[in-house]
């Protein structure tokens, strides 16, 4: 019950979502938000500091906007309760700390 709103929020804005999804994002409160809520969990599914989840040959994160989704499925599922902005700044510190995907903003 608790992903509806997160689904809804993601079908209403999809569009920004799409085009540039962490662009207003806060990389130093991601950085902080990432080692709270996101490492031991990486830390157990891969040992060692968890990124090799970001780096790994099979890896299912391709985009933005999947990067974006897993952020908000992680979030739900674990329960950290991060607000929308929350996990924006998650995303802009992951991107740019390993992902690096490019978009181009609409004209």
């Known amino acids: 019950m608790k992903q509806i709103p997160t689904l809804l929020l993601t079908l209403l804005i999809g569009g920004a979502v799409q ?3 962490f662009d207003k994002g806060d990389t130093e409160n991601g950085k902080t938000l990432h080692g ?3 490492v031991s969990c990486h830390m157990t599914q891969f040992g060692g500091d968890g990124s090799k989840i970001y780096t790994r040959a099979d890896r299912r994160i391709r985009s933005a906007p999947s990067l974006a989704q897993q952020i908000s499925t992680c979030n739900a599922n674990v329960g950290s309760k991060l607000f929308p902005e929350d996990e924006t700044d998650v995303g ?3 991107n740019k700390t390993w ?3 490019k978009w181009r903003r609409p004209p």
């Open 99 to 101: 992902d690096k995907f």
């Open 19 to 21: 085009a540039a999804p």
């Open 36 to 38: 709270r809520y996101c």
């Open 92 to 94: 802009a510190y992951r």
